[in-house]
């Protein structure tokens, strides 16, 4: 569906002109409703070589300058989405989306960071991390990485403190679930969780029991149910709240901050919100599909259709997704990502003769900004601002990059969208940008459209059309230490002085 919206032009960033002609190093946007997480003001902003310049009502500029006129709209930095697999192998197959037409979508959606994760190769994260640099080459938009760690052993620890002192990663993924693949026990995780709080960097969690997700497959087996239903039939919410509280406690043992990635059901959020009532720093991340998406489809008489919702945790039944909105506007939950993992009906027809087969992912990418835009804020659930928390600037606040991502500020980048609230769309796989040839969101209509999206200071998305160019995108390296290690020694301190002390009883010999 790209090639029919999508411009590639060939021309670098150095003078700013693409061959399309639309990039400008200077663009003035007039008379928006500025909106930043903390404060929303009518202003114009100025944008020269990339970054924001100045913020301010009535900016006066000369000729040479692109304006935009954002009168009765909404300027807004540009999402950031901290989970997405873009050219993951994955289940005996590739996703279908690649870095150039995952980050096409999503710029054509107002997203303009992403942080993806990268899988070891055989556990090696410097393999890994290779074979990431590789596939990230064509970037047309701002990325990072996190890593996932599959095995332990001296390596992996010493290649851990060099990826986060040299190479920008500060966030390391442990799966608990995908038995046989990627899934860790409690011993590794253990080892990870010492390893990160020593080096500054947050653990994210794929929490789910990976062992009884096992046994709960093998029962639908038994049972003769090996369609897509079986998904969500052998892995229900209370193993996703089992692997959330274990994660948890286990984090608490070790005094550091852990961050919980695709939040899907209330067993798990619940978890959470008990956990940061106790003080302790847990992240929850809701991704677009558990919020708004329901399990009904999984029992679609079609296979096809059935099969594109299937992704781990599983989509769940209805009550779960509103009441992560219900959490996520109240503070419970901190920001919003898609766990972007496409394959198309061809790939997902590896299981259809076994659900333990097909290949687990959703797309959501490019309709994040809008369906949250919709859901949310639209039916009054979110203010603006806090629009702009969940989508962007707590993403770049937990991954160290706040203030040069998530806002709209003299001196940040120039990521930004501008939303017009009045404007309305339709999604669907013939539309979209994504190389799939399905959508879980075919059909949907919504409230809220991003016009434009600028980029690193290009306008890169306009009337319906995309001018994205190749190798535009930078690698944005993430430092260690973000605020939810503030003050971690000293919660050390309280946490030790809360237990029996650890002091060896001297026994006089018995007589
Ligand atoms: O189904 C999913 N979530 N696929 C991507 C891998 C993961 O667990 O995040
Ligand atoms: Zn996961
Ligand atoms: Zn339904
Ligand atoms: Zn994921």
Same mark, same amino acid.
């Given at each position: 569906?790209?090639?029919?919206?999508?411009?590639?032009?060939?021309?670098?960033?150095?003078?700013?002109?693409?061959?399309?002609?639309?990039?400008?190093? #200077?663009?003035?946007?007039?008379?928006?409703?500025?909106?930043?997480?903390?404060?929303?003001?009518?202003?114009?902003?100025?944008?020269?070589?990339?970054?924001?310049?100045?913020?301010?009502?009535?900016?006066?500029?000369?000729?040479?300058?692109?304006?935009?006129?954002?009168?009765?709209?909404?300027?807004? =930095?540009?999402?950031?989405?901290?989970?997405?697999?873009?050219?993951?192998?994955?289940?005996?197959?590739?996703?279908?989306?690649?870095?150039?037409?995952?980050?096409?979508?999503?710029?054509?959606?107002?997203?303009?960071?992403?942080?993806?994760?990268?899988?070891?190769?055989?556990?090696?994260?410097? @393999?890994?991390? %290779?074979?990431? %640099?590789?596939?990230?080459?064509?970037?047309?938009?701002?990325?990072?990485?996190?890593?996932?760690?599959?095995?332990?052993?001296?390596?992996?620890?010493?290649?851990?403190?060099? +990826?986060?002192?040299?190479?920008?990663?500060?966030?390391?993924?442990?799966?608990?679930?995908?038995?046989?693949?990627?899934?860790?026990?409690?011993?590794?995780?253990?080892?990870?969780?010492? #390893?990160?709080?020593?080096?500054? @960097?947050?653990?994210?969690?794929?929490?789910?029991?990976?062992?009884?997700?096992?046994?709960?497959?093998?029962?639908?087996?038994?049972?003769?149910?090996?369609?897509?239903?079986?998904?969500?039939?052998?892995?229900?919410?209370?193993?996703?709240?089992? $692997?959330?509280?274990?994660?948890?406690? !286990?984090? #608490?043992?070790?005094?550091? *901050?852990?961050?919980?990635?695709?939040?899907?059901?209330?067993?798990?959020?619940?978890?959470?919100?008990?956990? #940061?009532?106790?003080?302790?720093?847990?992240?929850?991340? =809701?991704?677009?599909?558990?919020?708004?998406?329901?399990?009904?489809?999984?029992?679609? =008489?079609?296979?096809?259709?059935?099969?594109?919702?299937?992704?781990?945790?599983?989509?769940? *039944?209805?009550?779960?997704?509103?009441?992560?909105?219900?959490?996520?506007?109240?503070?419970?939950?901190?920001?919003?990502?898609?766990?972007?993992?496409?394959?198309?009906?061809?790939?997902? @027809?590896?299981? +259809?003769?076994?659900?333990?087969?097909?290949?687990?992912?959703?797309?959501? !990418?490019?309709?994040?900004?809008?369906?949250?835009?919709?859901?949310?804020?639209?039916?009054?659930?979110?203010?603006?601002?806090?629009?702009?928390?969940?989508?962007?600037?707590?993403? $770049?606040?937990?991954?160290?990059?706040?203030?040069?991502?998530?806002?709209?500020?003299?001196?940040?980048?120039?990521?930004?969208?501008?939303?017009?609230?009045?404007?309305?769309?339709?999604?669907?796989?013939?539309?979209?940008?994504?190389?799939?040839?399905?959508?879980?969101?075919?059909?949907?209509?919504?409230?809220?459209?991003?016009? /434009?999206?600028?980029?690193?200071?290009?306008?890169?998305?306009?009337?319906?059309? +995309?001018?994205? /160019?190749?190798?535009?995108?930078?690698?944005? %390296?993430?430092?260690?230490?973000?605020?939810?290690?503030?003050?971690?020694?000293?919660?050390?301190?309280?946490?030790?002085?809360?237990?029996? $002390? =650890?002091?060896?009883?001297?026994?006089?010999?018995?007589?």
């Amino acid at each position: 569906a790209s090639e029919s919206t999508t411009q590639f032009c060939s021309a670098g960033r150095e003078n700013g002109v693409g061959s399309c002609g639309v990039s400008s190093t #200077r663009i003035l946007i007039k008379g928006g409703t500025v909106v930043n997480a903390h404060h929303q003001e009518l202003a114009d902003v100025y944008v020269e070589n990339g970054i924001i310049v100045a913020v301010q009502p009535n900016i006066k500029v000369g000729d040479e300058v692109t304006v935009l006129d954002a009168t009765g709209k909404f300027v807004m =930095p540009g999402g950031i989405d901290p989970h997405t697999h873009l050219a993951m192998e994955f289940m005996g197959t590739e996703t279908i989306d690649d870095f150039f037409s995952g980050q096409a979508a999503a710029l054509a959606g107002g997203t303009t960071m992403h942080i993806d994760f990268v899988i070891p190769v055989n556990g090696n994260l410097v @393999a890994g991390f %290779e074979a990431y %640099e590789n596939k990230s080459r064509e970037s047309c938009m701002d990325y990072g990485f996190h890593m996932a760690i599959t095995k332990w052993d001296e390596g992996v620890s010493r290649d851990m403190e060099m +990826l986060v002192k040299e190479k920008g990663i500060n966030s390391f993924k442990f799966f608990l679930a995908y038995k046989g693949s990627l899934m860790v026990t409690d011993d590794l995780l253990l080892e990870g969780l010492k #390893r990160c709080k020593s080096l500054g @960097a947050l653990a994210m969690v794929h929490a789910e029991n990976g062992d009884a997700v096992f046994e709960g497959q093998k029962r639908m087996i038994e049972l003769g149910i090996t369609g897509p239903e079986g998904h969500a039939l052998s892995r229900p919410p209370v193993l996703e709240g089992e $692997a959330t509280a274990r994660a948890i406690r !286990l984090a #608490r043992f070790i005094n550091t *901050p852990l961050y919980v990635v695709h939040v899907m059901s209330v067993d798990a959020m619940d978890e959470i919100a008990k956990a #940061r009532k106790s003080g302790q720093k847990v992240i929850g991340e =809701p991704v677009v599909s558990g919020l708004i998406l329901d399990d009904h489809w999984l029992w679609d =008489p079609d296979f096809t259709i059935a099969s594109k919702y299937v992704m781990s945790p599983p989509i769940r *039944p209805v009550g779960h997704g509103k009441a992560l909105q219900d959490a996520l506007s109240t503070g419970i939950l901190q920001l919003v990502g898609t766990d972007h993992c496409t394959f198309n009906s061809t790939q997902k @027809a590896l299981g +259809l003769d076994d659900f333990r087969r097909i290949p687990n992912g959703v797309n959501g !990418l490019e309709e994040r900004m809008h369906l949250i835009w919709d859901t949310m804020v639209e039916s009054g659930q979110l203010s603006a601002t806090d629009y702009v928390r969940i989508t962007s600037t707590e993403c $770049a606040r937990i991954f160290n990059i706040y203030p040069r991502k998530g806002a709209i500020l003299a001196g940040s980048d120039a990521d930004i969208i501008i939303l017009n609230p009045n404007s309305s769309y339709e999604i669907s796989s013939k539309s979209h940008h994504s190389r799939s040839d399905t959508n879980v969101y075919e059909g949907r209509r919504g409230k809220g459209k991003v016009e /434009v999206t600028i980029a690193g200071g290009r306008i890169v998305w306009e009337n319906e059309e +995309l001018k994205v /160019v190749p190798r535009s995108g930078k690698y944005i %390296e993430m430092p260690p230490f973000s605020y939810l290690f503030d003050g971690i020694e000293k919660s050390d301190a309280n946490y030790l002085s809360s237990l029996r $002390a =650890p002091v060896k009883r001297v026994r006089t010999e018995a007589t």
